[in-house]
């Protein structure tokens, strides 16, 4: 069975800047006892998560991100989008260490083959251990975003199975 990393990413120290954090409670209580899913607090992201990214065929990234939309707004990004949107200047918070650590498991060959980013427009990044209201609100749409690559991700692969049977 293949595995699925949801890398929450964020300081909940710093308000909104932690919302990719805060939302793994909520994904945790769609998944139940899933076991081929783990989440992990990722931080605020360093390289040292390269070695934990190598065990995962897929991965999910949730961040607070500059999606030009009001505060709370959600998009997510998968396979080529992803990267294209990694790509354009300062969109995710933590864009150059999550850049950098795609960069760093492409060329040592641990890519996850299906990946997909969760981003959440922020409303403040300062010293506060909660999220503003509207991001608060849009925690549950990304949990139920997070949980729909999953079960996607799964079904896809057992039609291949079947296929390949």
Sequence with gaps: MKRTLILGIGNTLLGDEGAGVHAL??????????????LLDGGTLAFTLLP????Y??????????LEGPAGTVAAFESEDYDHFLGRPRRSVHEVGLCDLMHMARLTDCLPERRALIGIQPEFIDWSET????VAAALDEVAQIAVG??????????????EEA
Excluded at 149 to 162: H, M, N, S
């Design 57 to 66: 065929q897929r991965l999910i990234v949730i961040d607070a991100a500059q």
């Design 52 to 55: 934990t990214l190598e065990q």
């Design 25 to 38: 409670e909520h994904i945790r209580a769609l998944l139940g006892d899933a076991t081929d899913v783990d």
């Design 131 to 134: 999220c503003s209201p509207p």
């Design 149 to 162: 690559y999953v079960r996607r991700w799964r079904e896809e692969d057992v039609a291949v199975q079947v």
